[in-house]
């Protein structure tokens, strides 16, 4: 059975960072595409990041650019999110996400495997 559990979010003030980790079980990670992505209040999920099965490639949201990096570590079966200068505009349910196959996509219906999520809140 695969299983991806998320920790390590919280409540932040406006500029602040947090570090999001995802540990994976049931698969075998290395030969999996991981990604992260997000839904606000009312809004739809979106995409955040992606890397490939070998961390050497790498996807982001324009919107995070430059503030976010996805890492991951297969020996310990985990992907991480380092969030910095959160903003309100950051506030969501962050998703981490694994696929089969090499090219970090940033289309979510391409994920197979889905964490339940945990809550980011950036206060102003």
């Known amino acids: 059975q695969v299983q991806l559990v998320e920790s390590g979010g919280g409540l932040v003030q406006a500029g602040g960072s947090l570090r999001l980790s995802c540990a994976a079980s049931?698969?075998?990670?290395?030969?999996?595409?991981a990604g992260w992505f997000r839904q606000g209040p009312g809004k739809e999920r979106e995409f955040v990041a992606a890397?490939?099965?070998?961390?050497?490639?790498?996807n982001y949201a324009d919107s995070v650019k430059g503030r976010f990096t996805i890492s991951r570590d297969n020996a310990k079966n985990a992907v991480y999110l380092q969030m910095n200068s959160l903003n309100p505009e950051d506030t969501a349910v962050y998703f981490c996400a694994a696929r089969a196959g090499m090219v970090p996509t940033t289309v979510d219906k391409e994920y197979q495997y889905w964490g339940q999520g945990t809550q980011v809140t950036a206060s102003s």
């Open positions: 049931g698969l075998t990670f290395s030969l999996n595409t």
């Open positions: 890397i490939s099965w070998r961390g050497g490639t790498t």
